[in-house]
């Protein structure tokens, strides 16, 4: 993109809201011609005050421009898409409020691919935590591209199991700048999706910073730019929610896996199921909606967690679902001896239950 149609389409994405921008370059053909309407075409699609904006460049502008034009000759990997080019993802394009802008950073190519949104709390239950890293590895592993958005808990469990798949199979998309990557603490795990062959993305230009409304809005890109969304836990006010109605607008289906009735991690997912979306209990299930007939490949070893420290963390490595002792004891890491003995003085506490078949729950109090 050359430095004047960059400023053109940055001029007009700062001075009006998309709907009025993308009735401007309908009638105009470019976002160069947007300000060589006459003011009499202006007024057909904008009310006074639009027109207002229109006339006046932002005083950000010309920095913004230097700015962007910087960011995007910096590095390789760093780009930029707009509304109309001719490898715009056709699923996002087909939404009803597609971005006009998409600035990226590493593998664009990535925006072709068939996607899965995976979603869910940024306070997880450590199985949620395991469910979303184990599934999005092995989707990945199947051939898809896993779509979320960056934020702590399960997205970012998610773009970890698919870059445990190894190809770096995993868009994050972003509410603030690419160079604003929020939260900070996954900013690390944003750099590692861009240097393995995954991918930014975020409509909003440089400099963008955090704003609560922006966040409900990037969840559109996520559903957009995905066949189905899976949602693996979430509250019943949960922004995963959202992102769940948005891909049934956009004709797209919704998966949910059940949890433990007293986890209120479960009762968004809960909802769904009872709305109709897809109860799933294996990767494989998705795959026979998205992809009918290709098989899983064969599970990787699981990596080993850092161990758990104390029995409150025992409880959260636990979750609310039945546990068998192995399955606890590759969760927490503790070893053996010292996990029985954890477990017999929770049960004896009257915070553990020991059920049949050598299962243990977490006790829901209240």
């Given at each position: 993109m050359d430095p004047v149609e960059l400023a053109?389409?940055?001029?007009?994405?700062?001075?009006?809201?998309?709907?009025?921008?993308?009735?401007?370059l309908a009638m105009a053909g470019g976002p160069q011609a947007v300000f060589e309407l006459p003011a009499v075409a202006l007024a057909q699609v904008l009310s006074a005050r639009e027109q207002a904006a229109l006339a006046q460049p932002p005083e950000r502008l010309a920095a913004l421009t230097e700015a962007s034009q910087a960011w995007l000759a910096a590095d390789p990997a760093h780009?930029?898409?707009?509304?109309?080019?001719?490898?715009?993802?056709?699923?996002?394009?087909?939404?009803?409020?597609?971005?006009?802008?998409?600035?990226?950073?590493?593998?664009?190519?990535?925006?072709?691919?068939?996607?899965?949104?995976?979603?869910?709390?940024?306070?997880?239950?450590?199985?949620?935590?395991?469910?979303?890293?184990?599934f999005a590895r092995a989707l990945a592993e199947a051939g898809l591209t896993i779509v979320s958005g960056l934020a702590l808990g399960v997205d970012a469990a998610a773009h970890e199991g698919a870059l445990a798949a190894g190809q770096g199979a995993t868009v994050a998309v972003l509410g603030t700048g690419l160079d604003q990557l929020y939260p900070r603490r996954n900013a690390a795990l944003g750099e590692r999706i861009v240097a393995e062959g995954g991918l930014?993305?975020?409509?909003?230009?440089?400099?963008?910073?955090?704003?609560?409304?922006?966040?409900?809005?990037?969840?559109?890109?996520?559903?957009?730019?995905?066949?189905?969304?899976?949602?693996?836990?979430?509250?019943?006010?949960?922004?995963?929610?959202?992102?769940?109605?948005?891909?049934?607008?956009?004709?797209?289906?919704?998966?949910?896996?059940?949890g433990s009735i007293h986890s209120p991690q479960s009762r968004g997912c809960h909802a769904l199921i009872r709305q109709g979306a897809k109860l799933v209990e294996t990767a494989q299930d998705v795959l026979e909606e998205l992809a009918p007939g290709r098989p899983l490949p064969e599970p990787a070893a699981p990596e080993a967690p850092e161990p758990a420290t104390g029995p409150q963390a025992l409880l959260d490595a636990m979750g609310y679902d039945p546990v068998s002792l192995d399955a606890l004891q590759a969760r927490s890491?503790?070893?053996?001896?010292?996990?029985?003995?954890?477990?017999?003085?929770?049960?004896?506490d009257g915070q553990v239950a020991r059920l049949a078949g050598q299962l243990f729950q977490r006790r829901h109090k209240g």
């Open positions: 053109a389409w940055l001029r007009l994405t700062e001075s009006v809201g998309p709907g009025a921008a993308r009735r401007l780009g930029l898409m707009a509304l109309g080019d001719a490898d715009y993802p056709a699923p996002l394009l087909a939404t009803a409020d597609p971005p006009l802008l998409l600035w990226l950073a590493g593998r664009r190519a990535r925006l072709q691919d068939a996607a899965l949104a995976i979603v869910g709390s940024r306070n997880p239950t450590a199985q949620g935590r395991d469910n979303a890293r184990a930014l993305v975020s409509e909003y230009a440089l400099g963008m910073p955090v704003l609560p409304a922006n966040f409900p809005r990037r969840n559109r890109i996520i559903a957009g730019l995905s066949q189905g969304c899976l949602v693996v836990e979430a509250a019943l006010e949960s922004g995963s929610l959202i992102t769940a109605r948005l891909a049934v607008e956009a004709g797209r289906e919704v998966f949910a896996i059940p890491g503790w070893p053996a001896a010292e996990l029985s003995a954890a477990l017999l003085e929770l049960e004896l």
